[in-house]
């Protein structure tokens, strides 16, 4: 397929995607440009860019950069991490005033001074949550991620889009990310092999990449699900395409993310937009994408014996997960939608612009 390639001198914003493995960041790139490339002027740069993005090649920001696009005061870098800083620090020394830098975070940890000193070199922060941006040190607008509603959306008929999936039992249960122990992976292979001796309806799914070195994580997993005879129940389905990974979300009936940490964490959003209900551990973002007891569940992250108490009830009473997903999905259409972190990240532009 043909690049979609744009003249640099025409684009307003770049969102550089320099990494060639496929990320969360990747994930979020992916989902804005459609939405502002409907208001915006907007191109990405990196290697390995999905054909159908709009694109700029470097050596044409190069010859333009130091030029405004028509009807504005500069160009604007947005970088999502480190090395994109790095990048939009280095092209303004080319570019001088014509280029202005945004970093957006969504970490929850101290930063090294290597990231510190990239920070204070930005022209403007977005936080993704309050909790994010505590650790920036400069002011930020807290700018919450979205997710896109039209393409996690629920199905007609759950049960019978679980029968198609040729799995047994009526209902799936669900834990989405790589598989490691930050995801929580080995706690919902625990819990798991606790509950579904006691709930027969249900069958659990693994959906995620492994890495090599998380071989040996996931292998110890398997081998714990086969000696507690559940193989058949308990399905390790590895990386998948995004539109299976949206197809799985709206197919479960419960999405469970016990993370141990995490920076934001978009899959209580992705699964409520799927009309999924979550139960998910307090990091995160996690206190602010779910309403606890009305879209999903909340515990400490530590706190198993919980976790486990939430997932029973909701095993227990199908209807009542049915009905959380639901509310789920309406509370991302009110909060959450993709339409509304563009509108955010357009504010920060025009404060730019304006300056």
């Not at 997710?147 to 008929?157: F, I, S």
């Not at 198993?304 to 009905?323: I, K």
């Amino acid at each position: 397929m043909q690049r979609n390639l744009r003249k640099a001198a025409d684009i307003e914003v770049i969102a550089p995607n320099l990494k060639f493995r496929y990320s969360g960041i990747t994930s979020t790139i992916a989902a804005l440009l459609p939405v502002q490339e409907q208001e915006l002027r907007i191109a990405s740069l990196g290697p390995r860019l999905p054909a159908q993005w709009p694109q700029i090649t470097l050596w044409d920001l190069l010859r333009h950069g130091r030029t405004p696009p028509p009807g504005r005061s500069c160009r604007i870098w947005h970088a999502r991490r480190n090395f994109e800083m790095l990048a939009g620090v280095v092209l303004r020394l080319w570019c001088g005033r014509a280029l202005r830098l945004v970093f957006t975070s969504d970490a929850q940890r101290d930063h090294t001074r290597w990231t510190k000193f990239l920070i204070s070199r930005m022209d403007a922060l977005l936080a993704a949550s309050p909790e994010c941006g505590s650790y920036l040190r400069h002011p930020f607008r807290v700018n919450m991620h979205g997710v896109d509603t039209a393409l996690y959306h629920p199905v007609a008929d759950r049960e019978a889009a679980w029968r198609e999936t040729g799995l047994p039992g009526k209902h799936g249960i669900g834990i989405f990310g790589r598989v490691r122990s930050q995801k929580g992976t080995d706690r919902f292979v625990e819990l798991m092999v606790r509950l579904l001796p006691r709930f027969p309806d249900f069958t659990a799914v693994i959906v995620g990449a492994v890495t090599p070195e998380e071989a040996a994580f996931e292998a110890d997993l398997k081998s714990k699900v086969a000696k507690a005879g559940l193989a058949e129940r308990v399905n390790f389905l590895g990386l998948l395409p995004s539109e299976e990974v949206r197809a799985w979300l709206r197919r479960i009936l419960i999405n469970v993310s016990p993370q141990r940490w995490e920076g934001f964490g978009l899959l209580p959003i992705e699964a409520g937009a799927s009309g999924t209900a979550s139960v998910a551990t307090r990091v995160g973002a996690a206190m602010h994408l779910i309403e606890d007891g009305r879209t999903g569940f909340l515990v400490d992250k530590d706190d198993l014996t919980l976790l486990e108490r939430r997932l029973e009830s909701l095993m227990g009473d199908p209807g009542h997960a049915a009905a959380m997903g639901r509310a789920a999905r309406e509370h991302v259409l009110a909060k959450h939608s993709i339409a509304q972190e563009a509108a955010g990240i357009r504010q920060t532009y025009e404060d730019l612009w304006r300056r």
